[in-house]
């Protein structure tokens, strides 16, 4: 009697950051750049006390906090995917957009820097060195503004011909984005991944699962399309989280003394410091859930999934209705873009 082997998937959260990560953060005429708390060593034990089975770091621009935990934890050699978030820009529009890139070395990564801000030079090098790359949290801007027809006219024109592979669930991003860029990655027959793109340590939220004994084995599952998506995007809580940890690494106590009324001032301070810590997470919290709904409005995607269904190759593209678009006021907008698209 023949039995067949039984496959074990192993899980990975293919987004997150380090200490390494600068990122710079705008929001209208406000901005600044946010060094993530979380030690590369700290992530990595978090990651396997999260139940993942590899582990991987994307710093933006950088693989330092890949090195950095390679040389502090040699022993993780076989338990680690080097990765990288490569900041690059949309050709037509200079949207910024993120594509994550796995099992690189450091001359490859040299390369890529090199090439960033030629968004298809770069996917052509990639593909010659058979990397695989994935377009990070598709449905999102730099800048929080609100996208245009164009710009999503663009990125559906990205999906169809230049990722194979794209994050479906980003932990970071609303249920909307996600259920969006989910979509898009089955209009087009899409492989579809997911990672938390948490900056504090909070891995596993959102993970990859494929089968594999090896980081490369894993990485060639996920290439071939043999992968799922386990998790979830963004609560308030998860955001509340992110966002206190990192405001709390900005905080100043007040220095310590001897004397009573020095002390007293001191423990007013740190509770009215306390205090503020807990409205500011709030605050911030609700801005950037906020800035997220108005990325992309009700009426947008819904013209957005009927463009998706008009750049579809004719011989598998679904019947489709404008019906619910032209209500909601998109009709002449999806008219108009049908034929952008058809040119593509």
Wanted: one cysteine or more.
């Amino acid at each position: 009697m023949v039995t067949s082997a039984v496959r074990r998937f192993r899980r990975v959260d293919m987004h997150a950051h380090t200490r390494f990560s600068a990122e710079r953060i705008k929001y209208g005429p406000l901005a600044c750049t946010v060094l993530p708390p979380t030690d590369p060593v700290q992530l990595a034990d978090a990651a396997f006390d999260a139940g993942m089975d590899f582990v991987t770091i994307t710093d933006h621009d950088t693989i330092d906090g890949g090195l950095f935990l390679l040389d502090r934890r040699p022993e993780l050699a076989d338990r680690f995917v080097m990765g990288v978030e490569v900041t690059t820009w949309a050709p037509e529009s200079k949207a910024e957009i993120h594509l994550g890139v796995y099992g690189l070395d450091e001359q490859q990564h040299r390369a890529i820097q090199a090439l960033r801000k030629d968004l298809l030079a770069t996917i052509a090098y990639l593909r010659g060195e058979g990397l695989l790359y994935v377009l990070n949290h598709p449905i999102w801007d730099a800048q929080c503004r609100a996208w245009t027809t164009a710009r999503l006219v663009e990125t559906i024109r990205l999906i169809r011909d230049h990722f194979p592979v794209v994050e479906g669930t980003n932990g970071s991003m609303l249920p909307r984005q996600n259920r969006l860029a989910t979509r898009f990655a089955r209009h087009f027959d899409r492989i579809a991944i997911g990672g938390s793109d948490s900056h504090t340590g909070q891995i596993g939220y959102t993970f990859t699962e494929a089968p594999g004994e090896t980081p490369a084995e894993f990485l060639a599952a996920i290439g071939r399309g043999d992968a799922r998506v386990g998790g979830r995007g963004a609560s308030t809580g998860y955001m509340e989280r992110e966002a206190g940890t990192i405001l709390r690494s900005f905080r100043v106590f007040a220095p310590r003394s001897e004397k009573p009324i020095a002390r007293l001032a001191g423990r007013t301070l740190e509770a009215l410091a306390e205090c503020l810590h807990h409205r500011m997470t709030r605050l911030v919290t609700q801005r950037y859930i906020a800035a997220q709904r108005s990325t992309v409005p009700e009426t947008v995607r819904e013209l957005a999934m009927h463009l998706a269904h008009t750049a579809r190759p004719e011989s598998t593209r679904a019947a489709t209705t404008t019906g619910e678009v032209a209500r909601r006021g998109g009709y002449e907008a999806a008219r108009r873009t049908s034929g952008m698209l058809a040119t593509a």
